[in-house]
Nanobody, 116 residues
Framework: QVQLVESGGGLVQTGGSLRLSCAVS????????MGWYRQAPGKQREVVAF???????TYANSVKGRFTISRDNAKNTLFLQMNSLRPEDTAVYLC??????????WGQGTQVTVSS
């Protein structure tokens, strides 16, 4: 069974930075999809950024230029560097992955809170 464990969330002031990590219990060398999602209270889950097998990152318009997704294959870890954080970035951030199509494997999430 594949496990994904997020870390790095916390409380930060507007304009601050956080780096999220997602450790995967299986090799990600041949992975097809890895991504970050977020869900704020009362809102639908939305995609933040993802990488496919071609390693080309895709970002939500709301985070372009502020967030950077990356991966470390040797450590089986996905990262999300978040800069210039805003109160509207407050949410639970979840990572998702799959070696084939639509992501089936999800982490439990890590809370990010941005104070104004």
């Amino acid at each position: 069974q594949v496990q994904l464990v997020e870390s790095g969330g916390g409380l930060v002031q507007t304009g601050g930075s956080l780096r999220l990590s997602c450790a995967v219990s299986r090799s990600i060398l041949s992975i097809n999809f890895m991504g970050w999602y977020r869900q704020a209270p009362g809102k639908q889950r939305e995609v933040v950024a993802f990488i496919t097998s071609g390693d080309r990152p895709t970002y939500a318009n709301s985070v372009k230029g502020r967030f950077t997704i990356s991966r470390d294959n040797a450590k089986n870890t996905l990262f999300l560097q978040m800069n210039s954080l805003r109160p509207e970035d407050t949410a639970v951030y979840l990572c998702a992955a799959d070696w084939h199509g639509t992501p089936r494997y999800w982490g439990q999430g890590t809370q990010v809170t941005v104070s104004s």
